[in-house]
């Protein structure tokens, strides 16, 4: 891609959600970096990019993504993990450990780091497995790992079901002021569930996995954390008994985090009783009440960011029974917009706020530095269309995985654009 020199967007609405702002400006960036913000901006022999009635923000950040490489390259690559993570506006994404081998040792870092680099997409942070071989037993070396690169642990798709060994976890990554992402899951509950617990997988006979083997985990976690003075990040929160959990944890002033899913505020169980195996996700879809309850925790705050879980599975892998098919979606192209959906056009949040748990609220989870449009920095930036409708086709989805259940459906808000310093991606409306 041709990087170009001089750029200036013009006529677009700025959203700033550090400061919960936004404002309609010019932009000028010059070789990636902006130069100048201000009402109308002129200068010779620059591309004009005309934004008029679109947003630009931060770009995106996911904290909790699988890209299979090393290990599953025909479900997903790093570069087309990123470039899908583009097209979603995501320009940061944290891969989850569990690949094959797992993030456990240096080399499968600086591999991840290194072709992160070379295919120049979104940023690829990893996440280092908590215990070697993601088996909850032995600690890793987090010293080793955090020298080569990662951002975080955990064993992600696995709990740390072990209290002792989650103790030491925490009590290891705090020495490196590193967050410990857990996956809540208490095994001997969810057994072999295929799908949540309740009225529907009765009447369908799957198998069930309960809230509480989420929350009862949720709980225990938030405990270790409070006692070990760790940085706990609590993944996919599904469950309402989880979110008053982790409300009473905020309340009484534990330092923990936590991120949800699009499918969890978008989804119930119900979409079960289509043998849809792109419905199967772990944790479940759970039932409307859950629903409301994850949406009014992002309104209040409980859950603090976005994150996609994308989780890329052959059609092969997908198209078998409900009960053997593998767990999880897609959900970098979607989760904009399903988050525009659901939670901007019915009110639980305005659009600054929405932004900012797609930005702002993972870099604060990650500590990472804060996305603001600031004079004197990289332009990392997504453009978007809140106006635009657009429908998913699987022939236009740019991961290498197609299993996503949103397909055929029409979502409104698109992203139309990502400005990575002077590169310049476009995803057009088509
Ligand atoms: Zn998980």
Not at 5 to 22: A, C, E, H, W, Y
Not at 107 to 117: A, T
Not at 157 to 170: A, E
Not at 282 to 300: F, G, H, M, S
């Amino acid at each position: 891609m041709k990087p170009d020199k001089k750029v200036i967007l013009t006529g677009g609405i700025i959203i700033d959600p550090l400061n919960r702002n936004q404002f309609q400006s010019d932009i000028y960036i010059e070789n990636g970096v902006i130069k100048k913000i201000a009402k109308i901006i002129k200068v010779k022999v620059a591309k004009i990019i005309n934004l008029k009635d679109k947003y630009i923000a931060p770009g995106f950040i996911d904290i909790h993504c699988h890209l299979r490489e090393p290990g599953r390259e025909d479900e997903e690559t790093i570069e087309t993990g990123a470039y899908a993570a583009l097209a979603g506006g995501f320009t940061k994404v944290c891969c989850m450990p569990n690949t094959e081998p797992s993030i456990d040792n240096e080399g499968v870092v600086k591999f991840i780091l290194q072709e992160s680099g070379r295919v120049g997409y979104a940023s690829v942070l990893p996440v280092g497995a908590a215990t070697k071989g993601r088996k909850g037993e032995e600690i890793s070396e987090i010293a080793t790992l955090v020298n080569a690169g990662i951002i975080a642990v955990s064993d992600d798709g696995n709990p740390i079901s072990n209290p002792f060994v989650m103790r030491r976890v925490l009590e290891y990554a705090k020495i490196f002021d590193l967050p410990v992402i857990s996956h809540c899951e208490v095994k001997a509950l969810s057994t072999s569930g295929v799908m949540n617990e309740g009225l529907v997988s009765t009447r369908l006979g799957l198998r069930g996995i309960p809230d509480i083997a989420e929350a009862a985990m949720v709980y225990e976690h938030v405990l270790l954390a409070d006692y070990t003075k760790s940085r706990l990040h609590i993944a996919h929160v599904s469950t309402k008994k989880s979110v008053e959990i982790i409300r009473w944890a905020k309340e009484k002033g534990i330092d923990i985090t936590s991120e949800t899913c699009p499918h969890y505020f978008t989804l119930t169980d119900k979409m079960c009783s289509t043998f849809d195996t792109n419905y199967k996700v772990n944790p479940p879809l759970r039932t409307k009440a859950d629903v409301e309850a994850i949406k009014e925790a992002l309104a209040d705050g409980t859950i603090d960011a976005i994150a996609t879980d994308h989780a890329p599975h052959l059609t092969s892998e997908k198209e078998v029974e409900f009960d053997l098919a593998p767990f999880g979606m897609i959900g970098f192209e979607t989760a904009f917009a399903l988050g525009y959906e659901e939670l901007v056009q019915k009110k639980y949040l305005n659009l600054v706020d929405y932004i900012a748990k797609l930005t702002v609220e993972p870099a604060k989870v990650l500590k990472l530095e804060n996305p603001a449009i600031t004079i004197g920095k990289k332009a990392n930036l997504v453009v978007f269309d809140t106006k635009a409708k657009w429908t998913l086709k699987k022939e236009s989805i740019f991961s290498k995985s197609k299993n996503s259940p949103f397909i055929g459906k029409e979502l409104p808000g698109k992203i139309l654009k990502v400005l990575l310093a002077d590169k310049i991606f476009d995803f057009p409306n088509q």
